[in-house]
């Protein structure tokens, strides 16, 4: 059969590369921490897909096994970037706070979660009454220190709990500050003690190679916004068992194997498709798998240590302005990925990102992050290690990626210290 196709609106390609990041000339964008820019990749393939897409798992035509040809293909690549096991399942979803509420609702009865008071909003509300919030500890040793000494005291509580499922749900790297937690070194911990572990991947996966299997964690979860690839897809990566077990996420078409005429006389399907109810985001999953590839396909350490020499031009920028003052939760060492927070000492944080935009066409993100009790922790701690008084209640968060440049940083160092 001959197919015609419109041919897509594909930009030349000659003088980019697939992860380079689309943008408009003359705006900075210091905000990747809550959405970044479209890789180059993820713009091509939506581009390439736009003329032919049809239904998915739901047409036998041409066009409809294409586009479930490319899905589940797409599933496929995402799963393997991300190190996922042969029987793991990588289910898409909405986002990261998407796959952590599936996850949550698919917890088997009497599940634990343990968490620390550090994560973002996504990552604290979801979970059950009864879940246990760890203080955020000083250094990534006392994190493992503090979740041994909590899943010791779990497992030798009343009987009942010596064998209930418990999860354990961190974030890679925070979205505050951009430090990174010791995740190999929580697994095992949470192993040892025969609980499972879920990592928010939301802020590390952009910014460093993220293996499920290498790291031997149970669950992952990403948004594709936050890696390059437009809005409205994500994962959930993990053990298929919770998963299959647990009602639908959502009641609906495609997640059924059977449904007859009596009301409640429905099989579900296993698998994915069981909460993947309703027609599934194809072009979000395949520029999320775009950006997987051609990430896969780069030097990442090279990545890596460009992202790092930025981060450290911004932060040493930072610490040279004597009334701008920084957000940590670790040493000021510790390893970090391209975020870094920070307030203004006698401006208020919103009105100075406003003046970034309005004056300087910097975009940066102000607030308390979606992370209220970690954000208020650091505000308090930076306060007293600054010896100000006339610090704000709020921050500002200035975060980098692919595409970012010296200049960018250094227009926004210069704003800042216009503003002293
Ligand atoms: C660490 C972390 N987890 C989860 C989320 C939630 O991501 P989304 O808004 O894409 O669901 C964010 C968003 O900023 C985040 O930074």
Redesign the pocket.
């Known amino acids: 059969m001959t197919l015609t196709l419109v041919p897509p609106p594909v930009p030349s390609r000659a003088a980019t590369g697939p992860l380079d990041v689309l943008g408009v000339p003359g705006q900075i964008n210091l905000d990747y ?2 959405t970044a820019p479209c890789a180059r990749a993820a713009a091509d393939a939506v581009a390439e897909l736009l003329p032919w897409y049809a239904s998915v798992h739901r047409g036998a035509g041409a066009l409809s096994r294409r586009s479930t040809l490319a899905y589940e293909r797409a599933r496929q690549t995402i799963g393997d970037f991300f190190g996922a096991r042969a029987d793991d399942h990588v289910v898409f979803t909405r ?4 796959a952590l509420n599936l996850l949550a609702r698919a917890l088997p009865a009497g599940a634990t979660v343990v968490t620390f008071g550090g994560e ?1 909003h ?2 604290l509300l979801p979970w059950p009454r009864g879940s246990v919030r760890l203080p955020v500890p000083n250094d990534p040793r006392g994190a493992v220190r503090a979740l041994d000494a909590a899943l010791g005291e779990l497992r030798r509580g009343g009987t009942p709990n010596r064998e209930l499922p418990v999860l354990v749900a961190v ?1 890679g790297a925070s ?1 505050v500050t951009g430090e990174r937690w010791p995740l190999a070194e929580l697994a095992r911990v949470a192993h040892r003690h025969r609980a499972r572990i879920a990592v ?1 991947a ?2 590390l996966a952009p910014h460093a190679p993220v293996d499920l299997s290498a790291l031997d964690v149970d669950y992952l979860t990403v ?1 594709g ?2 890696l390059y690839a437009p809005f409205g897809a ?1 994962v959930l990566v993990g053990r298929a068992d919770w998963l299959d077990a647990a009602a639908p996420y959502l009641a609906g078409g495609g997640a059924t194997s059977h449904v007859g005429d009596a009301t409640h006389d429905v099989r579900w399907a296993t698998g994915p498709a069981r909460h993947e109810a309703g027609t599934p985001n194809l072009l979000g999953a395949v520029a999320l798998a775009a950006v997987c590839a051609a990430l896969a396909g780069a030097d990442r350490g090279a990545l890596h240590d460009a992202e790092q020499a930025l981060l450290a031009r911004l932060r040493d920028g930072i610490a040279a302005l004597p009334h701008v003052v920084e957000l940590r939760t670790f040493g000021p060492a510790a390893a970090r990925v391209g975020i870094a927070s920070f307030v203004v000492a006698g401006r208020d944080s919103g009105e100075v990102a406003a003046h970034l935009a309005a004056h300087h066409d910097i975009g940066v993100r102000d607030g308390l992050f ?1 992370a209220h009790p970690l954000a208020r922790r650091l505000l308090t701690e930076a306060a007293g290690r600054s010896g100000r008084r006339d610090l704000p209640p709020t921050a500002l968060r200035a975060s980098i990626g692919l595409g970012s440049t010296e200049e960018h940083v250094d227009a926004l160092l210069a704003a800042l210290a216009t503003l002293g």
Do not use: E, L, M
């Not at 986002?95 to 998407?98: A, I, K, P, V, W």
């Open positions: 921490a809550a986002n990261t706070t998407d973002h996504a990552n974030t979205n928010d939301a802020q948004s916004h936050k994500g979606c």
